[in-house]
């Protein structure tokens, strides 16, 4: 069991920018698939990036492509979701999540450890 924790959510503009931190307590990430997702109120669960473990190939939701980057930390026990551009429709909590493994997963019921989700607010 991987305990993750984000921050670095908050209210801001449209247009402006954030950038969220997931962080592992006591492990790195760099051989775990770590993403990404956002839930609304009402909606379910959406996949908005991931990076891949070793190789670090990243995957993007076609909605956030051009505006967010998934990227590590130089420490390894950290991944950062860098939001720019952003819209209201991106207002959601923001949740990390990672598993072992090797390739690409968008379903949220691929993943195994979640952190308690950061809360996004992007004002018109």
């Known amino acids: 069991q991987v305990q993750l924790v984000e921050s670095g959510g908050g209210l801001v503009q449209a247009g402006g920018s954030l950038r969220l931190s997931c962080a592992a307590a006591?492990?790195?990430?760099?051989?775990?698939?770590t993403a990404w997702f956002r839930q609304a109120p009402g909606k379910e669960r959406a996949f908005v990036a991931q990076?891949?473990?070793?190789?670090?190939?990243?995957y993007y939701a076609d909605s956030v492509k051009g505006r967010f980057t998934i990227s590590r930390g130089n420490a390894e026990n950290t991944v950062y979701l860098q939001m720019n551009s952003l819209k209201p429709e991106d207002t959601a909590v923001y949740f990390c999540?990672?598993?072992w493994g090797a390739g690409t997963y968008r379903l949220p019921s691929s993943y195994d450890n979640w952190g308690q989700g950061t809360q996004v607010t992007v004002s018109s």
């Open positions: 999540a990672s598993r």
């Open positions: 006591g492990r790195t990430l760099s051989s775990y698939a």
């Open positions: 990076i891949s473990s070793s190789v670090d190939n990243t």
